[in-house]
T-cell receptor, first 117, second 112 residues
């Protein structure tokens, strides 16, 4: 079974530019999450999809961030325009869904390191 | 709300030393607790977990026990190796919140 994959692994862009990050969850996982770690601090929740619907986007920092999950498969996270403080590592995670204890175990991707200069 | 407080780092140990990384949490209800590890150049990996009070999670010589009375989930290993050098994150998942809450991460460096 393939794990969660993210693309690109590293992106360097200038302030004001646009970047789109992609996450491919484990096949069959209904839940998809985006997190980020900024400035070596804690990993913070951004948002949660259940299939194609946004279940919780309370962690999205501002309207420069737009996440989509078309068809309930892969997801993209667009930052437009990027600011210096957006630099960090963006992690994607997926889980199966349902109410059983095992269903919410999250599998994380390798992360995308975003550097805004 | 939910929060995780993790022992501040960085931590530097000699090979074969005993490791403890403290983790305490605040949560409503009964969260599941996790330790994740990020090795240099790699993504987050689940190291171990515990889903209810008094459960002990273990993997690769690491252990942590879910202590509800002290709201703690301290990570321990009896004898660390150079290959254990990594960043360790304590986290909780609360089904009420539907998301994970992480600590700041502790960077461990093990020297030969």
């Amino acid at each position: 079974e393939a794990g969660v994959t993210q693309f690109p692994s590293h992106s360097v862009i200038e302030k004001g530019q646009t970047v789109t990050l992609r996450c491919d969850p484990i096949s069959g996982h209904d839940n998809l999450y985006w997190y980020r770690r900024v400035m070596g601090k804690e990993i913070k929740f951004l948002l949660h999809f259940v299939k194609e619907s946004k279940q919780d986007e309370s962690g999205m920092p501002n309207n420069r961030f737009l996440a989509e999950r078309t068809g309930g498969t892969y997801s993209t996270l667009k930052v437009q325009p990027a600011e210096l403080e957006d630099s960090g590592v963006y992690f994607c995670a997926s889980s199966r869904g349902g109410t059983a204890v095992v269903s919410y175990e999250q599998y994380f991707g390798p992360g995308t390191r975003l550097t805004v200069t | 709300g939910n929060s995780v407080t993790q022992m501040e780092g960085p931590v530097t140990l000699s090979e074969e030393a005993f490791l403890t990384i403290n983790c305490t949490y605040t949560a409503t209800g009964y969260p599941s607790l996790f330790w994740y590890v990020q090795y240099p150049g790699e993504g987050l990996q689940l190291l171990l977990k515990a889903t209810k009070a008094d459960d002990k999670g273990s993997n690769k010589g690491f252990e942590a026990t879910y202590r509800k009375e002290t709201t703690s989930f301290h990570l321990e290993k009896g004898s660390v190796q150079v290959s254990d050098s990594a960043v360790y994150f304590c986290a909780l998942f609360n089904t009420n919140a539907g998301k994970s809450t992480f600590g700041d991460g502790t960077t461990l460096t093990v020297k030969p």
